[in-house]
């Protein structure tokens, strides 16, 4: 589903630092989001963004927080609202005052689709994330052991099958990896063992 935003700034300056309490983000995601899957992905997403801006990015446990909100949110409207898709979660959290970062990250996530290019970093891992651990994810559910075991030997083989989690955008996944400055096998050894963690809900 294509829809370009038309606009390239998000949220106020004058929002910046403030987030979703963690009760109200959780809120928003059981209302918005009723598919399994889908939040499954979306808090996959939220945990590695946390793990990254830990770290790597060194930041504190607010910080992490801001990171955590974008991957858990990254797709809150899709499961009910796929025509609005991300423009309806952007004006949810710009009419929620929340820090424009975060927003903006949320719609450069697909910036084939959106029209915004990813340029902080949040915006890049944000990007990097959201394909490849769908199908790393995929990769787990036809392995007997699923995560566990799981090597980057074995994502790569995948990785090469297009046929395999065909949705995923092996474009996107070599862009967004370009775009962050990270080799690509760097990112499945980080995903896989943290991935691992949040393999069910």
């Known amino acids: 589903m294509s829809?370009?935003?038309g606009r390239n700034t998000f949220g106020d300056v004058a929002n910046k630092g403030n987030v979703l309490?963690?009760?109200e983000a959780f809120a928003l995601f059981n209302e918005?989001?009723?598919?399994?899957?889908?939040?499954?992905h979306m808090l996959q997403v939220g945990h590695l963004m946390k793990c990254w801006a830990a770290e790597k990015q060194g930041l504190d446990e607010a910080g992490q927080w801001r990171w955590e909100m974008?991957?858990?949110l990254h797709d809150a409207d899709w499961d009910q609202w796929p025509d609005l898709h991300c423009k309806k979660i952007i004006e949810e959290l710009e009419s929620r005052n929340a820090d424009p970062e975060i927003i903006r990250a949320i719609a450069s996530h697909g910036h084939l689709h959106f029209g915004v290019i990813p340029e902080t970093d949040m915006d890049k891992m944000l990007y990097a994330f959201d394909e490849l651990s769908g199908l790393i994810h995929a990769y787990?559910?036809?392995r007997p052991g699923g995560y566990e075991g799981m090597d980057l030997k074995g994502v790569k083989k995948r990785l090469k099958e297009k046929s395999f989690a065909a949705n995923v955008s092996r474009e996107d996944i070599q862009d967004a990896c370009e775009r962050a400055g990270i080799v690509q096998d760097d990112l499945i050894q980080f995903i896989i063992p943290r991935q691992a963690t949040v393999a069910a809900v």
Do not use: C, I, R
Not at 32 to 40: A, C, G, R, T, Y
């Open 3 to 5: 829809l370009q935003l």
């Open 21 to 23: 309490s963690k009760e």
């Open 32 to 40: 918005w989001v009723l598919n399994p899957k889908l939040k499954l």
């Open 70 to 72: 974008a991957g858990l």
């Open 140 to 142: 787990s559910l036809m």
